[in-house]
C-alpha cells in the first residue's frame, strides 16, 4: 500500500453522530441497510485471491497480550491482510502471537526496530493504556496508519499527544471504540437522532463484573512480571475501571449528547479486593452535559446482575443497549407527561399497561435491530483496513477517541480529588500524575 | 499481596463417584490417595460443565478465571448458536463464494476434515440439520418423515466444505450447508485450557462433562486412572484408563436417544446413512471411548468410532497415531466389550467378554 495518499477531504464527508465525521457511503449504506452493513472493503469481497497485491495491507502488532491476540485474530479475517511483525517484551507472548497468525512472524523486543522494517502499513497498538502515547505516536510518526486501542491515552497529556500527532502525520488513526461499528448501536443513535425517544435527558451505564481481574503469574515469574500481566490493577500504566470498561460507554453519550461533559463527579475505592492493587474496584460518576444531560456511571467487580449496559432515557421512550442487541421500551402517554407531542401521535396515544404506576418495568420491550450481526471487533478492523485502501477518515478517529479519552481522565481526576471537577478547570490544569 | 487461595471447604474431592450424588456421570479421574487436594471449580459452557483440577494454591482463582476465560473464547469463535461467532459468520456467508477466516479456525476446520476423511465421513461437522431433523436439538427426538428427512440430507457432507490452505478460505459447495462443530470444538477448548495452564506452569486436569477428560502433562496424571462410564449402569464403572499423557473422549447413547421397536436411535446420527434404518438388530453400540494425543482429536474420533463400530472403526483408526479405543456393544446377557490396539490399549482392568 502506498502511504502517502492524504486522507479524503474531511468536507465530503458527513458529521456523524461521534462528533466525528463518516464517509458518505457508509453513512448511505448504513441508512439503506438499516442495521448499518459497514463496507467490507472492496465492495464486499470475502476472497483474499480476487484482492490485487496492490491493495493487500500489511499490519504490525505491537501488545500480544490476550486483546491483541484477539484482535489479530480479527484482523486476519479480513480479506487482504496479513500480520508481518509481532512486537512484545513478553518472548512468551511472542510464541502465542505466532501460534494466532499460524506462521514464523517476525518479532521484535523493540517497537522502534519494528517500525523501521519496510513491509508494514498498518500498525495495531494493544500494549497497556499508560504506553498508547509512546507506540501511538511513534507510529504514527513513522508514516502508518494505527488501530490503537481504547482508551486513546491515560492522561489529558497522553491524548493531546496522540491527538497532535495524528493531526500533524496525517496518518489514518483509529481508536478502538469498536461499538461505533456495532450495527444495533447505530440504530439505536438514528433513532435517537430521529427523535423517536424524545429529548434524552439522562443515560445510566453499568459494567458491573463478579471478577477480581487479575491474571496469572508463572511459576516464579517475580513481581516485575505479575506487574507486566496485571497492568490494568496499577495506576502506572491502568486507567482503571473508568478506563477499560467504561470508555465504550462514555463514548456513546458523548455521542448521544452532542460532546463532552462540562463537569464530572466521581466516587469509588478499593473495598473488597484488597490484594495490593493500586486501582479502584468500584468506581461511579455522574456526569453532566451542556444541555442539561446527565450521565450516570457504575463500574464494579463483585456482582454481575446488571452485567454491561446502557440505558438510555428519553421524555418519549427509552433504548436498552447490551453487547449484542439494543431494545426498545415505549413510555406511557400521560396527560401531564413530557412526552413530545408528536410521538403521542405517531403512537396513537400509548396508554397501554406497560409501566404499572411507580413500579419498575419488568417486561418486554421492542427490539429495534433485524437479522444477525457479525463480531463488533471484525467490523471494526474492517472499517479501518477499509480506510486504509479507500483513503478515508475512521469513524473512531482522533477526535471521537480524543473526547472519549479525555472524559476518562476527567472522570478520574474527579476520583482522585473527590469532588466535582469541570471540564474547562481539567483542560487548564493538566493531571500530573 | 497474591492472597488469592480457595479454602480447603472449597476443594471438590475427586473420584470415580460422584461425591453429590454417588453416581458416575461421565470419564471421571481417580487421583492416587497420596496426591495432595487439587483446587477445583466448574463452569457451564458449549451446554456442558468443564471443570478444572488444578494445583496451584497460592493463585488458584487467577487461574481457574484464567481457564474458563480461554474456554468461553473458545464457545464465543466456534459456537453456531452465538450470532457473531465465527462459525456463524461462516454459515452466513460460505454458501456466496470463498471467505477467509483466521488460521486458527482454519486449521480446527483442517483437523474435522481429516478426521472425516480418514473415518470415510462417519464424522462430519455439516452433520447438524440431520440432528436437528431428528430433533435431538430440541431434545425432542423422533423419528423423522422421510421428506423432512430427504431435506435434511441434501443439506449434509463435509465434503462440500471447500477449505484452499493457500488462501485460507472455506466455502460451501452446495446451498444449505451448516457448520455445527459441537462434537470436535469441547476437546478443543480442553486442549486449549490446558494450554492455558503450561504457559502459566501450573498443573492440572480438565474434565469437559461427560465427554471429554485430559492433564497437562504426562507427569502430573501419569498415575492417575480415569473410570469410563457405564452406558447402562450409572452405580459402577465400565472399566478404567490411565491417560498416560493422552486425552481420553467418549461417545454413546447415555447422552441422548430413545426405542423404537427394540432399536436404539442416538443423538449421534450416521451422516453417510440414507433413510431411517429399522428393526431391532442383535447388538447395537452403546458407547465409544477413544484415548488419543489431544483431546481434539479424542472427541472428533469417539463420534467416529460409536457410528463406525468396532471392526470399521479398527480399520480407520489404523490411520492416526498413538490412538486405542473401546466399545461397549448391546449384548443379550449386558454389555459386551471390544478393544483396538490389543493388550496396550490403554483400559484397565476390564476382562474381555461380559460385564452386565
Given at each position: ?108 523486543g523493540d517497537y522502534r526496530k519494528m517500525l523501521e522494517a519496510h513491509d508494514m502499513d498498518a500498525v495495531m497498538v494493544s500494549t497497556p493504556l499508560g504506553l498508547h502515547a509512546d507506540h501511538v505516536t511513534a507510529a504514527l510518526d513513522s508514516g502508518h496508519a494505527v488501530y490503537g486501542e481504547k482508551s486513546m491515552g491515560r492522561t489529558l497529556e497522553d491524548c493531546n499527544r496522540i491527538r497532535d500527532m495524528a ?267 | ?319 492416526f497415531q498413538g490412538c486405542s479405543a473401546l466399545w461397549a456393544y448391546s449384548d443379550p446377557e449386558g454389555i459386551a466389550c471390544q478393544d483396538h490396539n490389543g493388550p496396550k490399549h490403554g483400559f484397565l482392568p476390564w476382562k474381555e467378554g461380559n460385564h452386565g
Open positions: 500500500m502506498d502511504k502517502s495518499n492524504a486522507l479524503a477531504d474531511e468536507a465530503s464527508a458527513v458529521a456523524d453522530n461521534t462528533g466525528s465525521t463518516m464517509d458518505r457511503r457508509d453513512f448511505i449504506g448504513l441508512a439503506a441497510a438499516g442495521v448499518g452493513a459497514l463496507a467490507l472493503g472492496l465492495d464486499g469481497c470475502r476472497s483474499p485471491k480476487a484482492i490485487a497485491p496492490s491493495d493487500w495491507v500489511n499490519v504490525g502488532v505491537i501488545g500480544i497480550g490476550s486483546r491483541g491476540q484477539h484482535m489479530m485474530r480479527q484482523m486476519l479475517r479480513v480479506p487482504g491482510v496479513r500480520i508481518t511483525g509481532l512486537c512484545d517484551i513478553n518472548e512468551a507472548r511472542i510464541a502465542e502471537g505466532r501460534k494466532v497468525t499460524g506462521a514464523q512472524t517476525a518479532a521484535y493531526r500533524h502525520s496525517g496518518k489514518i488513526l483509529q481508536v478502538g471504540l469498536q461499538y461505533t461499528y456495532a450495527p444495533w448501536y447505530q440504530e439505536a443513535q438514528n433513532r435517537i437522532r430521529q427523535g423517536k425517544i424524545g429529548k434524552v435527558t439522562q443515560i445510566n451505564s453499568y459494567w458491573h463484573r463478579n471478577n477480581n481481574w487479575r491474571r496469572p503469574v508463572p511459576q516464579g515469574g517475580g513481581a516485575e512480571l505479575e506487574h507486566l500481566l496485571n497492568w490494568r490493577l496499577y495506576k502506572q500504566w491502568s486507567g482503571g475501571l473508568f478506563a477499560e470498561l467504561g470508555s465504550h460507554q462514555i463514548n456513546f453519550a458523548n455521542a448521544i449528547f452532542g460532546g463532552m461533559p462540562e463537569s464530572v463527579m466521581a466516587s469509588g475505592g478499593i473495598d473488597y479486593w484488597k490484594d495490593g492493587r493500586e486501582i479502584e474496584d468500584n468506581v461511579h460518576a455522574i456526569a453532566r452535559y451542556a444541555g442539561g444531560q446527565t450521565l450516570q456511571a457504575s463500574y464494579i467487580t463483585t456482582n454481575r446482575l446488571e452485567g454491561a449496559q446502557e440505558r438510555v432515557y428519553g421524555t418519549g421512550g427509552s433504548i436498552e443497549l447490551t453487547h449484542t442487541e439494543a431494545t426498545y421500551f415505549e413510555e406511557p402517554w400521560y396527560p401531564n407527561s413530557a412526552i413530545p407531542p408528536e410521538i403521542t401521535i405517531q403512537h396513537k396515544l400509548i396508554t397501554g399497561p406497560t409501566y404499572s404506576a411507580e413500579q419498575p418495568y419488568h417486561g418486554k420491550g421492542s427490539s429495534p435491530i433485524k437479522g444477525k450481526a457479525d463480531d463488533v471487533d471484525l467490523k471494526a478492523c474492517e472499517s479501518f483496513i477499509d480506510c486504509i485502501r479507500q483513503h478515508r477518515r475512521p469513524a473512531a478517529d482522533e477526535n471521537a477517541g480524543w473526547s472519549q479519552g479525555v472524559t476518562v481522565a476527567l472522570c478520574n481526576r474527579a476520583l482522585e480529588l473527590g469532588r466535582k471537577v469541570t471540564l474547562a478547570e481539567f483542560l487548564g490544569a493538566p493531571a500530573a500524575s | 499481596m497474591l492472597e488469592d487461595q480457595i479454602s480447603e471447604a472449597e476443594v471438590d474431592p475427586c473420584g470415580a463417584r460422584c461425591p453429590r450424588c454417588g453416581e458416575i456421570s461421565g470419564p471421571r479421574f481417580n487421583p492416587p490417595p497420596a496426591a495432595r487436594p487439587l483446587c477445583s471449580r466448574s463452569h457451564r459452557a458449549m451446554g456442558t460443565e468443564f471443570t478444572a483440577y488444578i494445583d496451584a494454591p497460592e493463585q488458584a482463582r487467577a487461574c481457574l478465571q484464567a481457564v474458563f476465560d480461554e474456554i468461553d473464547r473458545v464457545e464465543e469463535t466456534f459456537s453456531r448458536f452465538l450470532a457473531s461467532s465465527e462459525i456463524s459468520r461462516i454459515n452466513r456467508h460460505a454458501a456466496d463464494g470463498p471467505m477467509v477466516t483466521d488460521p486458527e479456525v482454519f486449521q480446527l476446520l483442517a483437523a474435522a476434515e481429516d478426521v472425516s476423511r480418514k473415518t470415510g465421513g462417519a464424522f462430519d461437522i455439516t452433520v447438524g440439520k440431520l440432528t436437528r431433523a431428528w430433533g435431538f436439538a430440541s431434545r425432542q427426538p423422533e423419528i423423522p418423515d422421510a421428506q423432512a428427512l430427504a431435506a435434511a440430507e441434501s443439506c449434509v457432507g463435509w465434503s462440500n466444505v471447500e477449505l484452499d490452505p493457500a488462501w485460507r478460505t472455506v466455502q460451501f459447495l452446495r446451498p444449505g450447508l451448516e457448520l455445527d462443530l459441537g462434537a470436535i470444538a469441547k476437546g478443543y477448548a480442553v486442549d486449549c485450557a490446558l494450554d492455558v495452564l503450561r504457559s502459566a506452569g501450573i498443573h492440572g486436569l480438565i474434565d469437559a462433562g461427560s465427554s471429554s477428560i485430559a492433564a497437562t502433562d504426562e507427569g502430573f496424571a501419569g498415575d492417575w486412572t480415569v473410570s469410563v462410564a457405564n452406558p447402562v449402569d450409572s452405580s459402577r464403572p465400565l472399566c478404567e484408563a490411565q491417560l498416560g499423557g493422552r486425552a481420553l473422549s467418549t461417545s454413546g447413547v447415555r447422552e441422548q436417544s430413545f426405542v423404537r421397536n427394540g432399536r436404539i436411535y442416538s443423538h449421534l446420527i450416521d451422516p453417510t446413512a440414507h433413510g431411517v434404518e429399522t428393526g431391532a438388530p442383535a447388538r447395537q453400540v452403546l458407547q465409544a471411548t477413544v484415548l488419543a494425543p489431544s483431546s481434539l482429536l479424542a472427541d472428533a474420533l469417539s463420534t467416529a468410532m460409536f457410528l463406525l463400530g468396532h471392526e470399521k472403526g479398527s480399520a480407520a483408526l489404523e490411520q
